[in-house]
C-alpha cells in the first residue's frame, strides 16, 4: 500500500491535510471522497527510486494520447458537458501516467478558480506555449470546443508527419546496425580462427585480408576499451547538445547537411507557418504569434530568427522584411506569401497555404527517402558483403591451388 498526503475541503469548506493509504493514486481519491473531502492536492510519498529520477527529464507525454485527450475534451464540451466534469471523466480514461498527473491537477485548479489555460500553463511538460496560448484565446473569444478541435486536428498531423520520417529511417537504420554487428563477428571470431592455418601455408594474402585482421587484432586487444571510451564521449555528447550553446550547434549541423537538412528546414517552416496562422486566427498579436511559432519550430536556429523578428515586428517593421534577410533559412516563396498576407491584412489566411504546401511537400520527400534509401543501401551493402566474403575465401582458394 503506499502513502499519500492530501490536502483538501470538508462539506463544512473547512480545509483538511493528513495521510492516506491507498493502492493508487485513483484510490486514494475515491477513498477520500467517499469521506466526503473534496482534494485539493495529493503528493505520494513513496521514494523516488534512482532510475526514476534518471529517467525523469526524459519522460513525456505522446503525441497520440495527448490529440486524444484534445479531442474527446471537445467533443465532451460540445455535448454541453461542463469541463471540469469533462476532465474527471477523461481522468478516469486516460492511461499515461504524466498527463494523468497533469489533467487532475488541472481540474483541481480549474475548480479552485483558475482559468483554464493557467491551469494548463503549470505544465509545460505536457502542454505547450502554442496549446495553452490557443486555449487563453480561445476563453476569450469563446471558441474552446473549435479550438481544442483545431489543436487535435495540428496534433493529428504533426504525429503522422514525425512518423512518416521515423518510417523512413528506422528500416535502413536496422540494417546498418545488423550488418555492422556481423562485421565485427566475423573480424573477431571468424578470421582470427583461420589466421593460424593462413600462417602454416606461408602463402602471402591478400590485402584486404590483412586489413581485415589487422581490425580483428586491435578490436580483440581494445574492444572493451574502444566501448568504454565511445560510452563517455556519447554522455559528454548528450550533456552538450543539452545546453543552449551545444543544441544551437546540433541544431545549425542537422540543417547544414545535405537530405537531412532539406527536410528539416521543410518541418520547421511548415510547423512556424501553421502554428502562427493558428494564433493569429485566435486572436494574439503578430509579435507574440511569432515567437511562440518559433518554439514549435523544434529548431533553436529557427526559433532565434523568428525571436528576432518579433522583436522588429515590435518596433514596426513587416515580417517580410525581417524574414528575408535570412534566404539560407526561407525560400523567397515563403518571405512572398508572407508580403502579400501583409499587404492583403490575410497574414493567417496565406501562413497556412504556406504550411499545407511545405506539409504536402515533406509528406513525398519521405515516401521518396524510403524509395530512394532502400536500394542504394542494398548495393552498398552488396559492395561491402562481397569485400569481406572475398577476404574470407580468396586465401582458402589460394591454399587450395597450394595443396
Not at 476569450?140 to 504533426?158: F, I, P, V, W
Not at 592455418?197 to 581485415?212: D, M, N
Not at 509528406?363 to 558483403?385: K, S, T
Request: aromatic share 10%; net charge neutral; charged share 20%.
Amino acid at each position: 500500500m503506499a502513502k499519500f498526503r492530501y490536502t483538501g475541503r470538508n462539506d463544512l469548506g473547512e480545509i483538511q491535510s493528513g495521510v492516506v493509504e491507498a493502492g493508487s493514486r485513483d484510490l486514494a481519491i475515491k477513498i477520500l471522497q467517499d469521506n466526503k473531502i473534496y482534494v485539493l492536492s495529493l503528493e505520494s510519498l513513496e521514494k523516488e527510486g534512482f532510475f526514476d529520477k534518471l529517467l525523469r527529464p526524459f519522460q513525456r507525454v505522446k503525441t497520440k494520447d495527448l490529440m486524444v485527450f484534445t479531442r474527446q475534451l471537445s467533443v465532451l464540451l460540445s455535448a454541453k458537458v461542463q469541463l471540469v466534469d469533462s476532465l474527471k471523466s477523461l481522468y478516469n480514461q486516460v492511461t499515461d501516467p504524466l498527463l494523468k498527473d497533469a489533467i487532475f491537477d488541472v481540474f483541481t485548479d480549474v475548480e479552485g478558480g483558475l482559468y483554464f489555460s493557467q491551469a494548463l500553463a503549470k505544465h509545460p511538460r505536457v502542454f505547450s506555449d502554442f496549446f495553452v496560448n490557443m486555449v487563453r484565446s480561445a476563453e476569450l473569444s469563446g471558441r474552446l470546443e473549435e479550438t481544442l478541435n483545431y489543436l487535435a486536428d495540428y496534433l493529428e498531423k504533426d504525429n503522422n508527419l514525425r512518423s512518416k520520417l521515423r518510417d523512413a529511417m528506422i528500416y535502413p537504420a536496422f540494417i546498418i546496425v545488423v550488418f555492422l554487428a556481423v562485421m565485427i563477428l566475423v573480424v573477431t571470431v571468424v578470421i582470427p580462427q583461420l589466421k593460424g592455418i593462413f600462417a602454416e601455408s606461408g602463402s602471402q594474402l591478400p590485402f584486404i585480408t590483412r586489413v581485415l585482421m589487422g581490425v580483428g587484432d586491435f578490436l580483440l586487444s581494445w574492444g572493451v576499451a574502444i566501448v568504454i571510451f565511445l560510452a563517455i564521449v556519447i554522455v559528454l555528447f548528450i550533456r552538450y547538445i543539452r545546453t543552449p550553446e551545444g543544441k544551437a550547434f546540433w541544431q545549425q549541423l542537422i540543417i547544414s547537411l545535405p537530405i537531412i537538412g532539406p527536410i528539416q528546414k521543410e518541418v520547421a517552416i511548415s510547423r512556424f507557418t501553421s502554428s502562427c496562422s493558428a494564433l493569429l486566427k485566435g486572436g494574439l498579436p503578430i509579435a507574440s504569434s511569432l515567437e511562440i511559432a518559433g518554439k514549435i519550430t523544434g529548431n533553436v536556429v529557427y526559433e532565434d530568427i523568428l525571436k528576432k523578428t518579433a522583436n522588429a515586428v515590435r518596433s514596426g517593421s513587416n515580417i517580410s522584411d525581417c524574414l528575408i534577410q535570412y534566404p539560407k533559412y526561407f525560400p523567397p516563396m515563403v518571405i512572398q506569401m508572407i508580403s502579400v498576407g501583409e499587404i492583403s491584412g490575410q497574414v493567417d489566411e496565406l501562413m497556412q497555404k504556406v504550411a499545407d504546401f511545405y506539409s504536402n511537400e515533406v509528406d513525398q520527400v519521405a515516401a521518396n527517402l524510403a524509395e530512394i534509401i532502400q536500394p542504394v543501401l542494398i548495393v552498398a551493402l552488396g559492395v561491402f558483403i562481397g569485400l569481406f566474403v572475398a577476404a574470407v575465401l580468396m586465401p582458402i582458394y589460394n591454399l587450395a591451388q597450394v595443396f
